[in-house]
């Protein structure tokens, strides 16, 4: 009996945590002895991180179409094709599937990788193509390893940490962006920074692929699902070069910059969840709330609660932009929902309070809430408004006071004439009588 | 490599005298929409830095003529662009390269027109910055051509905020406009009116009660019981009929016709 327990309990504590741990593909086309550094960071911010290399038999994204890691890392520096199992298409179901990305590719990357960038509405500069700025570069680099310093303002994706650390140091490949509002920049060049491609610019650059500031060095993705996709044109940026302190090429910018994009990349951070939404008459028990039908003119409470993950852990999510919809076609309604005080510590409730419109029909309650750096919310629910029952009407009209009168004077002379009707005895008769 | 790291050193400490990335004979001029020169837009590169102020509009052409030069000796750069930026926004920048030619010549021929929209709206004018650098030891050079300033009524309308702005900003707020009450009527009318007919009531009362005490005469007392139950169930009846009219259902008020009715068919028996 207690050996069953203890059984028990080992396979239950062995699933909650297996919920908690994240797990790591990190596959690339060379060895990945010089990314150690990056890689047992990784392990030691909880991930379970699986290596091998692109063409290994055991580097597989789905078995028996499930998805069998939850993050892949993606590093490529000389191959010209990843192959079917990491082609664009695959990556792309990966991610569809729930899964995250982040892929580097420099100067020699595969046609794949910019198939890939290119349904992302990010544009890869051209294989041998490389990141030149005379003006902030590393001595003795040949104006190759840029300082950058311009990141993302988003404090969702970059830290205040990171972008006080100072400049960052990057080798590699740019690329620059379309209008596709789901990709978004994280480190950009200065208005001197190009890129050029080697064999055919290697002269004069007289038509760079991207140039200043509209030259993106590392930007990210995310879908409508909250699936995120981080992309960065230089793998060396996340070498131990620049990561391991032990080497005399160590940037703490780097490696703080390593480890805010994973974070973000790999929903660690900046994950927003939406629960319990609700609507109801303003009063009623929330046993009774979002019932099927309300009237007209009803005076109703919409709610929402909602968290933000970081590291895991729930907070509340404070802000004061979050809005609601009323919708019939056209919206009825787009308001700020008001945060309510409460005694949660892992989550924020919202509340906005409207009068039903006098239009019946079937409404949506929905809330669309989308802002850089956090994963979309989406979330609706139906419900029908009602006209007036005939007995929810005003009774009495003051239009009708006349009438009212006329009918109690009816029913009154009717009744007063029956009455002496009955005890009346005719004069003749009673002459007669006498 | 060792010698070239130790004369780049040098250069740190000695800048003056390490080889940089200059021009000469820079001029900066602005063309009318009839290829003229405007008048006193012609500016030396020497003439000219972050706050000079060049008046301009979309239909000029700008024209930046240099020759690159390290030192004075005309050379040819790997980079020689030029940098259109928004004062208060300098990540709204657009990069311009200007062809150079083998002896150095580089021109810039630039309809305004062409730049983006959504640069050209910027209130404090757009700072152009002319870019040469190349690999090696010769320093990059960064010199300012001014700002363009447009006439903000001579620049198209521009209302379209960027695809991600419009996706992830608040929307505008809407509230439901609910149609207007119904008119009320005018009170002091409807108690006029039902005073009128209250009015009525009392006359025909008075009357009944002048012609009846000519044609009659009246004694309770020598009324029957069967009289006083009819009278009685009457009251009862219009009593019920009022109460359907405000509260009672008609199920209920058929439940309670049943008792009235028995009332009724026991006083017609007895009458």
Known sequence: MKRALCLLIALSWSLFAQGLHQTILAVADHSLEDYSTFLNSLTENGYDVTTANVRDEKSQLFQYGERMYDNIILLSSQSKSFGATFSPKAILEFTQAGGNVLFAAGSNLPEGIRELGRQLDIYIGERHSSVVDHFHSVESSNDESVLLDAVSENPYIISDETRQAGSIVYKGNGHYLGTNHRAQPVLRGHPSTYVYNKKSEGKVSEDPWAAGTQLFLVSVFQNDAGERIGFSGSPEMFTNTYLSPNSPSYSAANALFARDLTNWVFQRVAVLKASDMTYGKVGEPYELRNASTYRIKDQMVFSIDIAILNDGQPQPYVADDVQMELVMLDPYYRVNMVPVASDSKTYQHYEAVLTAPDHYGVFTYKIAYNRPGLNPIDEKATFTIRQFYHNEYPRFLPHAYPYYVSCFAVLGAFLIFCGIWLVQIPKASSKKQK | ?271
């Open chain 2, 1 to 271: 490599m060792r010698a070239i790291s130790f004369v780049s050193l040098l250069c740190l400490f000695m800048g003056v005298f390490c080889s940089s990335w200059n021009t000469k004979d820079g001029v900066l001029k602005l063309l009318s929409p009839t290829k003229s020169l405007k008048t006193g837009s012609e500016k030396r590169f020497d003439e000219l830095n972050t706050f000079t102020e060049i008046d301009s509009s979309l239909e000029d052409t700008l024209v930046v003529q240099f020759t690159c030069a390290i030192d004075d000796e005309a050379a040819v750069p790997h980079q020689a662009h030029i940098v259109f930026s928004d004062k208060k926004k300098p990540s709204i920048s657009i990069v311009y390269p200007v062809k150079v030619k083998g002896n150095g010549d580089a021109v810039l021929k630039l309809p305004l027109s062409e730049l983006p929209s959504e640069i050209v709206q910027s209130e404090d004018g757009l700072l152009s910055t002319l870019m040469i650098g190349s690999f090696g030891d010769a320093s990059p050079s960064s010199i300012s051509l001014g700002s363009l300033v447009f006439d903000s009524g001579s620049l198209p309308a521009f209302n379209a905020k960027t695809s991600t702005e419009a996706v992830t900003s608040p929307q505008p707020t809407i509230l439901h406009t609910f149609a207007a009450p119904p008119k009320a009527a005018n009170k002091f009318l409807s108690l006029l009116f039902s005073l009128a007919v209250a009015a009525v009531f009392v006359v025909l009362i008075g009357v009944w009660m002048q012609f009846s005490s000519k044609t009659s005469v009246y004694s309770v007392s020598s009324s029957s019981l069967g009289h006083f139950l009819f009278f009685i169930s009457l009251a009862t009846a219009e009593g019920l009929l009022f109460f359907y009219w405000t509260s009672l259902t008609i199920f209920q008020f058929i439940r309670y016709s049943v008792f009235i009715l028995i009332a009724f068919v026991i006083s017609a028996k007895l009458l």
